[in-house]
């Protein structure tokens, strides 16, 4: 199985910040990487797909990169509707595996 | 609209069974492969099982092998995943998923293996 380390598992930051969230792979999954933002009791909201791929109606501060094993979502410039939980997933070969989620907390 | 709506969670004993549901609106699950994920509530997620398309490939996570079936009903539009000997390690929140690609009778275009859309969650509790 392909393993997901994603980093931080929380962060605290302000309005405004620009803040950086990798996810490392155990082995190269040529750009199969998906983003997912998910706030309390909902379901996960597809934001990235393959790497690059902003999700239609997903602000553009978001953005994704990466390639290999080693892959990040940007978002340039929070936004209060922005704090939420963040996943990264494996989208290249079953069993799809997920990073751990970084919590993004308001400061 | 795209809608999954899912159902059939409840408080079972270890050992039990139940089926949950996923009910599909906006399109249709003959040209998509679906997808179940658990979610542990305040816990990450992981993937449980998927089915191809034309509804006759299966997968399962290592952890529900031989215990779950994942299927689904083309004339309902309707995934399910049918849950026998149940653990107190089952219990979450289920969600089904709606992989991105798009697939005909004789191929499917995709850019990877991932749901764009998720039902709302159904709550299976497994304790004594």
């Known amino acids: 199985d392909i393993q997901m380390t994603q980093s931080p598992s929380s962060v605290s930051a302000s309005v405004g910040d620009r803040v950086t969230i990798t996810c490392r792979a155990s082995?190269?999954?040529?750009?199969?990487l998906a983003w997912y933002q998910q706030k309390p009791g909902k379901a996960p909201k597809l934001l990235i797909s393959?790497?690059?791929n902003l999700q239609n109606g997903v602000p553009p501060r978001f953005s994704g990169s990466g390639s290999g094993t080693d892959y990040s979502l940007t978002i340039s410039s929070l936004q209060p509707e922005d704090f939420a939980t963040y996943y990264c997933?494996?989208?290249?070969?079953?069993?799809?595996?997920f990073g751990g989620g970084t919590n993004l907390e308001i400061k | 609209e795209v809608e999954l709506v899912e159902s059939g969670g409840d408080l079972v004993q270890p050992g039990g069974s139940l089926r949950l549901s996923c009910a599909a609106s906006?399109?249709?699950?003959?040209?998509?492969?679906m997808y179940w994920f658990r979610q542990v509530p305040g816990k990450g997620l992981v993937w449980v099982s998927r089915?191809?398309?034309?509804?006759?490939?299966?997968g399962y996570a290592d952890s529900v092998k031989g215990r779950y079936t994942i299927s689904r009903d083309s004339a309902q539009n309707t995934l399910y995943l049918q849950m026998n000997g149940l653990r107190v390690e089952d219990t979450g929140v289920y969600y089904c998923?709606?992989?991105?690609?798009?697939?005909?009778?004789?191929?499917?275009?995709?850019?990877?293996?991932?749901?764009?859309?998720w039902g709302q969650g159904t709550l299976v509790t497994v304790s004594p």
């Open positions: 998923g709606r992989d991105a690609g798009f697939c005909s009778i004789s191929s499917c275009r995709r850019q990877g293996y991932f749901p764009d859309y």
């Open positions: 906006g399109f249709t699950v003959t040209n998509h492969w």
């Open positions: 089915i191809d398309s034309l509804g006759t490939d299966t």
């Open positions: 082995r190269d999954i040529n750009f199969s």
């Open positions: 393959t790497t690059f």
């Open positions: 997933q494996q989208a290249f070969t079953f069993p799809l595996t």
